[in-house]
C-alpha cells in the first residue's frame, strides 16, 4: 500500500513557484501557493460571502434526498456582476492557467462538515482539452486526490487563501478529487473556472 504524499509550498522560501502533484500530457494537477497577497484575498472572501447569489441545493443519493453539505453560487463568465471580484479573479486566473474560460461555479465551506465527494468532472460539461482552475479564499482546505486504478496512489494538498490549483482535462479520467469533512475548519471559497463544451 502506498503511503499518503503531503503537498505543501506554505512558508517555504525556496519553493518552485508552482508544484506539479500529478503529471499528463496536458499539465496534470500544478499548484501555485500564493497568485495574490494576504490582503487582496481577504478583501475578496468577504466581498463573495457578503454578495455573492448563494444557495442550497439536494439532490438524490441512494433511496433519498440529501441536501449537498456546501452552499454554491454559479456565473457565466460575460456576465459577471459587476459589484463582485470576480472578473478580477478571473484576469489573475488566466495569467497563470490561459484558457477560454466559460463559467464559474463557486462552494462555500461553511466550516469543517461542508465537503464535496472524491469525484472527477463530468467531461461532457468541459471543452475538450481545456482545464479546471480553483482558486481559494478563506481558511485552508486539505483537497485529496487520488488515481482511479489505484487509490494507494494519491496526494493531499493543503488549499490555502490565494492559491491558485489546475487539473487538466485527462486527469478528469484517470484521478479522483474531493475536500474531506474534517473536525474543524473556519469558511473557505472555491471559485472555480471552467470552459464549457458546446
Known sequence: MGALRTASLAGDLFAPPVLQLVEDAQGGARYWTSVVDPDTARRWFDALVEGADWHSLRRPMYDRVVDVPRLLAS???????????????????????????????????????????????????????????????????????????????????????????AMSHAMQTTHEHGIPKVREAGPRISVVFRARGR
Not at 94 to 115: K, Q
Not at 118 to 146: C, Q, T, Y
Open 75 to 165: 456565473y457565466a463568465i460575460d456576465e459577471l456582476p459587476p459589484h463582485l471580484p470576480l472578473a478580477a479573479i478571473h484576469e489573475v486566473v488566466r495569467r497563470h492557467v490561459p484558457a477560454p474560460f466559460t463559467s464559474i461555479g463557486m462552494n462555500l465551506y461553511r466550516d469543517g462538515n461542508d465537503s464535496v465527494a472524491m469525484h472527477g468532472d463530468k467531461l461532457h460539461l468541459l471543452g475538450e482539452g481545456h482545464p479546471v482552475a480553483v482558486f481559494s479564499l478563506g481558511a485552508p482546505r486539505r483537497m485529496l486526490i487520488r488515481a482511479k486504478r489505484n487509490h494507494a496512489d494519491r496526494v493531499a494538498v493543503d488549499l490555502v487563501p490565494g492559491s491558485l490549483l
